[in-house]
């Protein structure tokens, strides 16, 4: 019998909890959750109550509460939700200085436990956070990623369906670019049922739903008083299941560039195809004159933002 795949979460919060449910649910793997020593309780209790569901529900899943990094040891993909999420006011970016010496610590201790792993991070702000991964782990560029398009994209093709009044399975949108107030909804690939959206929505109905798409997160921040959590475990889960099974999907997401769409040394949402490698491949589309000065504006952003945690 083949081994089953396993799967490290890096923080058993509210996504960590979701990931871990939602991975046994699905059957992808063993899943270990981990999370500091002051809350290996609270991993330990949700990987029970998790595990009891499996028996209730039959799922062939192993789960496992830990603060212990040699747990991780063989991951064949690691989540890190690792960090402290926004609360009502904040953007993502007030939370760089507290996440980012967690992420360093984070990336320290997979470095050694899981050096083979692919390597997706959830924690904001992202696009700094996943940079920092890289650079501390040292893996290659193929085996670090960051969901944010996946999720971006999600929240918009959830807003058009809305608008139009039809199945959400027949909307593509594509979400690139940081994830934050500069993301970039590329209208010029977002289709319904391979009609273009722009055939279908008013322009100032799809310009107040791309507003919200960029504002999508810090809707529901106001409303619960903490960041989502259903849709960006489904993100990332959808990214290690094309891992994990080969699939080659398209899926936007924040990834390393060295000269794709003209930047270099930044990770940001761009189309991937994730399959066995891990990154297989950045897919440079064709962008508007229009989209290409705000995915540089993004760009900058995030420079900048990179540039900032470069000195903390
Ligand atoms: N190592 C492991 N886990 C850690 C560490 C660390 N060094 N530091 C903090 N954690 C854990 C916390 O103890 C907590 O259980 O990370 C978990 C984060 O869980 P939540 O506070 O519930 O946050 P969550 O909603 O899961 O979001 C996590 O993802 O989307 C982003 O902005 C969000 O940065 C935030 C992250």
């Known amino acids: 019998m083949p081994k089953r795949k396993k799967i490290s979460l890096i923080g058993a919060g509210n996504i960590g909890g979701e990931l871990a449910m939602e991975l046994a649910r699905r059957e992808l793997g063993d899943v270990v959750l981990l999370d500091i020593p002051d809350k290996a309780g609270v991993a330990k209790g949700k990987a029970l109550d998790i595990m009891q569901t499996c028996a209730l529900e039959g799922y062939d899943a192993n789960v496992l509460g830990t603060s212990d990094y040699g747990d991780t040891a063989g991951s064949d993909v690691v989540i890190v939700t690792a960090g402290v999420p926004r609360k009502p006011g904040m953007s993502r970016d007030d939370l760089l200085s507290i996440n980012l010496k967690i992420i360093r610590n984070v990336a320290e201790n997979l470095k050694k436990s899981a050096p083979n792993a692919l390597v997706i991070v959830i924690s904001n702000p992202l696009d700094a956070m996943v940079y920092e991964m890289k650079k501390v782990t040292g893996f290659s560029r193929n085996k670090v990623i960051g969901m944010a398009g996946a999720l971006d994209s999600a929240r918009f093709q959830c807003f058009i369906a809305e608008a139009v009044g039809c199945s959400v399975k027949d909307v593509n949108a594509m979400v690139l670019g940081g994830h934050g107030d500069t993301m970039v909804a590329v209208l010029s690939y977002t289709t319904v049922k391979g009609v273009p959206v722009t055939q279908l929505l008013p322009k100032d109905k799809l ?15 106001t409303l619960m008083g903490t960041s989502a959590f259903y849709a960006p475990a489904s993100g990332a889960i959808s990214m290690a299941e094309s891992y994990l099974k080969a699939q080659r999907r398209t899926i936007a997401c924040a990834a390393f560039l060295e000269g794709e769409y003209g930047y270099k040394d930044l990770y940001m949402g761009v189309p991937v195809v994730i399959g066995a490698e891990g990154v297989e491949k950045i897919v440079e589309i064709k962008l508007s004159a229009e989209e290409k000065t705000q995915l540089d504006a993004s760009a900058k952003a995030v420079r900048e ?6 000195k903390l």
Do not use: N, P
């Not at 310009?207 to 921040?221: N, P, S, Y």
């Not at 933002?305 to 470069?310: F, P, S, T, V």
């Open 305 to 310: 933002l990179i540039d900032a945690a470069a």
């Open 207 to 221: 310009d107040a739903m791309v507003k919200r798409t960029a504002g999508g997160g810090g809707e529901i921040v």
